[in-house]
């Protein structure tokens, strides 16, 4: 199985080159469209990592490729800026998932 990056900007894809990980730089909703189903018919692409940026701009696009398929994983990653999220984003999603409130 294999991953995919599809990143906003050529710092983060460059970076994940050197990892191993193949991928593409997109900026506007209908590349992501297209690069995202390009991927989808790939079989062997297990995971797609994506950069926050797609998440935050175009949530439908990546809400649709999540609630209506099991495989590919989508994974979002802070770029080379670091993340927009809170400082302790993982411990609310946490507490929100089983419903406890600390």
């Given amino acids: 199985m ?8 050529i710092d983060t894809c460059t970076g994940m080159r050197l990892a191993g990980i193949e ?3 997109v900026h506007e909703k209908e590349e992501l469209k297209a690069e995202l189903n390009r991927v989808l018919a790939d079989k062997e692409v297990a995971v797609i990592i994506l950069t926050e940026k ?3 701009e ?11 398929r099991s495989l590919p994983l989508l994974i979002e990653i802070p ?15 946490v ?8």
């Fill in 2 to 9: 294999k991953m995919y990056l599809i990143s906003d900007n």
């Fill in 23 to 25: 991928g593409a730089v």
């Fill in 54 to 56: 797609f998440g935050r």
């Fill in 58 to 68: 175009f949530p439908d696009v990546i809400n649709e490729v999540r609630l209506g």
């Fill in 79 to 93: 770029d080379r800026h670091g993340t927009t999220r809170g400082e302790n984003f993982i411990t609310s999603y």
């Fill in 95 to 102: 507490n929100e998932a089983i419903g406890v409130k600390l």
